[in-house]
């Protein structure tokens, strides 16, 4: 199988290379070092990481996973300070979050393509003591080689949702002898751990938990001042956080109804892809929607609008915290796959999101068990919905602090899987 994967690798790559310039040029993030992906490293680099031989090389993906990692090294180091850490990522968003954010001594890097070639020149330069990779990153090539070259490799806070688990499992064959390859599979529940044995029974499988309830806010986090955009006075904000096609339409139509009766409520409106921004500016202009875009507009004056087109990178949480009701994207208009709630839960703050979330079930349930959150069944609720939050404060303060609680009552996960990994370092 791996001679086949690497024969094709290539032709496949060529398919695929328009779209990943494209995503190169449109996304926003750190962009300079991207040759790393196929391998290339600049002379300091290889210094760095020849300096760091004998490192944890963690890999994430983009900017939810790379947040989780750099909260898993930090409480690792601060159980073991001798501990050193390679952090990689594949988007341009996650790596600028990375670099942003990385202690100084953790060494930043994009994770080369999966080809063997690129995979290989990485892992003879580093020599990594352990590979940890987050979530659902089953590559071929970086779980062979790393093998090959009696490197661990583990799984953490892997997950494995509806539409992915079919998937898995039709081809578990080709995914079951991968999946042993993993010295240790962190699993986030029982419902994921059922699946990942489905496809490989030999897996050895550990349920810890989600990581990302161990989130931390930082200790920095400085309200934004959007007196720029909206004007001095103090107005209620509502977020339309991470959303996708057809949702910031179906939004800003409610908002705009809700204008009637608040007639100084402020929108916010936060995509998943931030090079999504043209498209959403089109949208709102057809609604007749006075709005500026933060993207090429810092808020310095100019005349006060009601609506903010946040196509930026890096500062939802900021976005988060001046919010009085936030609105969950990847949940309304034909989507259900969901965002995770749990930035919004941390900061206390009233959430409205769809009925289905499927690739976050688990912390749907647990908010919805507790009350702690508003679940709009239909679209067409959703103004409604809004209506009943905005007039009633309290109900929001009541809400939010359920959030808060239900989520810290399911912390953990982050301690465990360092004490595990620990044992086999």
Known sequence: MKFIYNLLFPVVFLFFLPGLIYKLVRRPGYKQNFAERFGIFSKAK??????????????????????????LIRQWRATNPERRFVLSTTTTTGQALAREHAPGDVVVIYCPLDFFLFVRKL????????????????????????????????????????????????????????????????????????????????ANLWVFGNMKFDQHLPDNLIPLDLSGYFGEEKQPIMLAASTHPGEEELIAAAWLQLKNEFPDLRLIIVPRHAERGTE?????????????????????????????????????????????????????????????????????????????????????????????????????????????????????????????????????ATEKTINLLEEML
């Open 123 to 202: 892992l003879r330069l580093l020599r990594p003591a352990m590979l940890i990779i987050f979530e659902t990153e089953i590559w071929p090539n970086m779980i062979y080689e790393s093998v090959a070259a009696d490197i661990p490799v583990t799984l953490v806070n892997a997950r494995m949702s509806d539409h992915s688990s079919r998937g898995y499992y039709r081809f578990r064959r080709v995914f079951r002898p991968l999946l042993e390859k993993f010295a240790v599979i962190c699993v986030q529940s029982e419902v994921d751990r059922h699946r990942f044995a489905s496809v490989s029974p030999l």
């Open 280 to 412: 959403i500016m089109h949208i709102l202009k057809k609604l007749n929607i006075p709005v500026r875009r933060r993207s090429n507009d810092p808020g310095k004056g100019g005349e006060p609008v009601s609506c903010l087109l946040a196509d930026t990178t890096g500062e939802m949480l900021q976005f988060m915290q001046v919010a009085d009701v936030v609105i969950m994207g990847k949940s309304l208009a034909g989507q259900n796959e969901g965002h995770n709630l749990i930035e919004p839960a941390l900061l206390g703050k009233p959430i409205v999101t769809g009925s289905v979330l499927k690739n976050f079930r688990f912390i749907f349930n647990i908010l919805k068990e507790q009350e702690a959150l508003v679940v709009v069944e239909q679209d067409k609720q959703l103004k409604k919905a809004l209506s009943d939050l905005f007039r009633d404060e309290s109900c929001r303060q009541t809400l939010g602090k359920k959030a808060k609680q239900a989520i810290n009552v399911h912390t953990g």
């Open 46 to 71: 290889k210094q760095r990481l020849a300096d760091a031989r004998g490192a944890v090389w963690v890999h994430a993906v983009s900017v939810g996973e790379t947040m989780v990692a750099l909260s």
